[in-house]
C-alpha cells in the first residue's frame, strides 16, 4: 500500500483499531474537498493495531473531541511537508457541545440555546458529569 506524505495538515495517529471510522465521522471530514486517508488496523508495537487518519489540508480540529472519543491519540501538525508539532491529547477536564445530556429534567432539555457543558469527574473510568445535573455520561456514550 502507498499513500502519498501530506504537505500541509494533520496526521491523527494511535487512534484505536476500529475506531477510524467515527472519529472520520464525528469530525465530519466527508465534508471536506481535499485528500484524507484513512487507514485501518495497521501493526503497532505498542497497541497492537491501530488507525491512522491523514488530512491534507489546514483545518480546525476539535481537539476536545479527538480527545473524549480517543484518549492518547498523537496529533502531528504537517507544514511544507515536514512535522512541526506532535501533540498528545488526552481527555479534556470540560466538554461543551460534544456530548448531550441524556436527563430529560436537565435545564439543557428545555432550554435550547444553552449549551450542553460536562466536567470530568473519574479519569480512570473515563466518567464526565453534566454540570447542571450532575447526571453521568461516559466516552462510550
Known amino acids: 500500500m502507498n499513500i502519498d506524505s501530506i504537505h500541509n495538515g494533520f496526521v491523527i495517529d494511535h487512534i484505536p483499531a476500529g ?3 467515527k472519529l472520520y465521522d464525528l469530525l465530519g471530514l466527508d465534508a471536506l474537498d481535499c485528500s484524507i486517508a484513512l487507514i485501518k488496523n495497521v501493526p503497532s508495537k505498542k497497541m497492537g493495531k491501530k488507525d491512522i487518519i491523514k ?3 489546514n483545518i480546525s480540529l476539535n481537539l476536545d473531541l479527538i480527545g473524549f472519543f480517543a484518549p492518547a491519540v498523537t496529533v502531528n501538525i504537517i507544514r511544507d511537508g515536514v512535522l512541526v508539532e506532535k501533540k498528545s491529547i488526552d481527555l479534556p477536564e470540560y ?3 460534544v456530548i448531550r445530556c441524556k436527563n430529560p429534567r ?3 432539555s428545555c432550554e435550547q440555546e444553552l449549551a450542553h457543558k460536562f ?3 473519574d479519569r480512570e473510568n473515563n466518567i464526565y458529569r453534566c454540570i447542571y ?3 453521568k455520561a461516559s ?3
Do not use: P, S, V, Y
Request: hydrophobic letters at 30%; one cysteine or more.
Open 139 to 141: 466516552t462510550e456514550q
Open 55 to 57: 488530512i491534507d489540508a
Open 19 to 21: 475506531r477510524g471510522m
Open 119 to 121: 466536567k470530568l469527574t
Open 106 to 108: 436537565c435545564i439543557t
Open 95 to 97: 466538554l461543551t457541545g
Open 133 to 135: 445535573c450532575e447526571t
